[in-house]
């Protein structure tokens, strides 16, 4: 069931104005990447001269610009872990549009939705993006005492969270809140397995952009899976 919803979430990114909201959705993604690699270079050269002399060595210069080249690989690194929040930052953005277009190609006969206020939906995001956040600074000041363990805690970790957050805010669209949770509480290792494997391309450098609108069309899938089977 989870593979197959995967699936058909990569062939409808490939369906016609599909690739607009896939799009918009790097763009995004990408956009936040670079404004934080723009600030670390500002701060390395408000923070480090651009030369310094060195006993027995001499001048040295251009370190700044070192530096700032040495920090595009280390945002590049530090992606595997950006996005992770940056994913969960912008569910609200992708999912009503990503969740519309794969409802109107695979589940044409549904009900309309249940529309989600502005205030409903802003707090969603604001307390799963700040959940995501700190669980994974938490994380990051671990990994380096559990390193053979950090693989195992980054995929259990974000497979829990984001399936989590995918998932109920696929299910709040169609159910009253409390349905929803109990949805969730009884299909809780499925989702959870479901979000370990979004986690594995979010470990991708680049690839890592498609991930947050891949995973609302993955949720929108796998939602109408567990309450199809249900009856």
């Known amino acids: 069931m989870i593979i197959s919803s ?18 918009f959705g790097v763009a995004l993604s990408l956009g936040l990447l670079v404004a934080i ?35 595009a690989g280390v945002i590049l690194f530090a992606s595997v872990f950006l996005m992770v929040p940056v994913a969960s930052a912008f569910t609200g953005f992708f999912l009503e549009d990503v969740a519309e277009m794969v409802e109107d190609v695979h589940y044409p006969t549904l ?19 700040g959940v995501i956040l700190a669980a994974n600074i938490i994380a990051l000041m671990i990994y380096p005492f559990v390193i053979p363990l950090a693989p195992l805690m980054f995929f ?36 959870w397995a479901a979000g370990a494997l979004m986690a594995v391309p979010l470990s991708i450098p680049l690839v890592n952009l498609f991930v947050p609108v891949l995973g609302a069309a993955g949720f929108t899938h796998l939602f109408h899976a567990i309450t199809g089977r249900r009856g």
């Open 156 to 191: 259990g970790l974000n497979g829990y969270l984001l399936g989590r957050e995918y998932f109920q805010m696929a299910a709040f669209r169609r159910m009253e809140r409390e349905a929803a949770l109990e949805l969730y509480e009884r299909n809780k290792v499925t989702i």
């Open 37 to 71: 690699y723009a600030a670390m270079v500002m701060l390395i050269g408000w923070l480090i001269p651009d030369s310094f002399s060195l006993p027995f060595i001499g001048e040295i210069g251009h370190i700044d610009t070192a530096l700032s080249i040495v920090s």
């Open 6 to 23: 995967y699936l058909k979430a990569w062939t409808d990114l490939l369906r016609p104005g599909a690739m607009k909201v896939v799009g």
């Open 111 to 129: 009900p309309p939705v249940r529309k989600l206020t502005f205030a409903e939906g802003m707090r969603d995001t604001v307390r799963f993006f």
